[in-house]
């Protein structure tokens, strides 16, 4: 007895315009033997016909499972890609250093340890210094604590403090910070002829600054600009630093 069995010859990725191959097969059982007709419209089976399929629903048919091949195809390609991406890079070892980073061990011939000022005894020395001159009429003044490099840790502008005592309270603050001395000491040094330390930059050698050390050395500076005079500002300046005594950040 034969059978019939219809075969779509085509390649899995074809175009889905493309016109497939249609075949009918015959198929015995017994001996698996085959019998392939191109194009048939019917077979004859004994002496009752078998209408093959026309070539029409053939056509759609074969569009429907090539699309279907396609939509799968996207779809495996795309989770492949997602799956790519969302692979976290493997993290580097424990203890590791990436090539491109320099590690320096600290020891005395490598890197120096400096020492600074904490936040909270900078807020306390610019609360006490502008304290000191509220009580002596002067609210119009800036307190600024800078470091030896001269940045800002602190400032506190008083109510009414021109803007001008804002730089003038930083530059006396660095200038004390820097030498290691009272701005009102270091005043003394300048001489006016021809060029002088006063010439250099964001320094200020008026009275009003005073420096902080530790073990003897200069860390930081406290400085007050804005009273008429500028030994109202460095007493001001030293309530300050008096106040870093003890103080805990």
């Not at 629903?57 to 074969?62: I, L």
């Not at 609360?127 to 509220?134: D, F, V, Y």
């Not at 804005?226 to 030994?231: L, N, V």
Request: hydrophobic share 45%; proline share 7%; charged share 15%.
């Amino acid at each position: 007895m034969w059978g019939a069995a219809i075969i779509l010859k085509a390649p899995p990725l074809l175009p889905l315009n493309h016109s497939a191959d249609i075949a009918i097969t015959m198929v015995e059982p017994e001996t698996d033997r085959c019998l392939m007709q191109e194009d048939l419209q019917f077979v004859s089976i004994g002496k009752q016909p078998i209408a093959g399929p026309s070539k029409e629903s053939v056509m759609k048919k074969s569009h429907k499972v090539f699309a279907t091949v396609a939509t799968a195809a996207l779809l495996l390609t795309a989770g492949v890609g997602a799956a790519a991406m969302a692979t976290p890079a493997p993290a580097p070892a424990a203890g590791s250093v990436p090539a491109s980073t320099t590690d320096i061990q600290p020891g005395a011939g490598t890197v120096v340890a400096q020492n600074r000022i904490t936040v909270g005894a900078s807020a306390d020395a610019v609360r006490a210094a502008l304290a000191k001159c509220q009580a002596d009429n002067l609210p119009f003044v800036t307190v600024a604590l800078v470091d030896r490099f001269g940045t800002v840790q602190a400032l506190l502008r008083g109510d009414n403090a021109a803007e001008h005592t804002i730089e003038a309270a930083k530059q006396k603050a660095y200038t004390a910070a820097a030498f290691g001395a009272p701005t009102s000491e270091l005043a003394k040094r300048i001489t006016g002829n021809g060029p002088g330390i006063d010439d250099l930059p964001g320094t200020l050698f008026l009275p009003g600054g005073v420096p902080l050390k530790v073990d003897g050395v200069s860390v930081a500076g406290i400085g007050v600009g804005g009273a008429p005079d500028g030994k109202l500002d460095e007493a001001c300046a030293a309530a300050g630093a008096a106040a870093v005594t003890g103080a805990k950040g």
